[in-house]
Nanobody
Framework: QVQLVESGGGLVRAGGSLRLSCAAS????????MAWYRQAPGKQRDLVAR???????SYADSVKGRFTISGDSAKNTVYLQMNNLEPEDTAVYYC??????????WGQGTEVTVSS
């Protein structure tokens, strides 16, 4: 069973940066979507950034211009570069990968805390 493992979360001051990484424990073929979601305490899980297998990207309005998603489908890895972090970005961040033939996969989450 393939698992996604995130890393890179932590505590940072407002205005700082973090880079989240997500690596699959095995091979995921025919990746069509790689994405990052986040869930703040008491709130629903929301899409932060999304990248298709063709490389097209989209972002939540709240993170546009500050966050950048990138990935390597051949290596089954996805990254989220987060700059100019705000306290409102505090949440647990989850990576999400969709395979055309194998279904979807969620990571276990990595916590990001931004202090003011």
């Amino acid at each position: 069973q393939v698992q996604l493992v995130e890393s890179g979360g932590g505590l940072v001051r407002a205005g700082g940066s973090l880079r989240l990484s997500c690596a699959a424990s095995g091979s995921i073929f025919s990746i069509i979507v790689m994405a990052w979601y986040r869930q703040a305490p008491g709130k629903q899980r929301d899409l932060v950034a999304r990248m298709t297998g063709g490389g097209s990207t989209s972002y939540a309005d709240s993170v546009k211009g500050r966050f950048t998603i990138s990935g390597d489908s051949a290596k089954n890895t996805v990254y989220l570069q987060m700059n100019n972090l705000e306290p409102e970005d505090t949440a647990v961040y989850y990576c999400y990968i969709v395979s055309q033939y194998r279904g979807d996969y969620w990571g276990q989450g990595t916590e990001v805390t931004v202090s003011s």
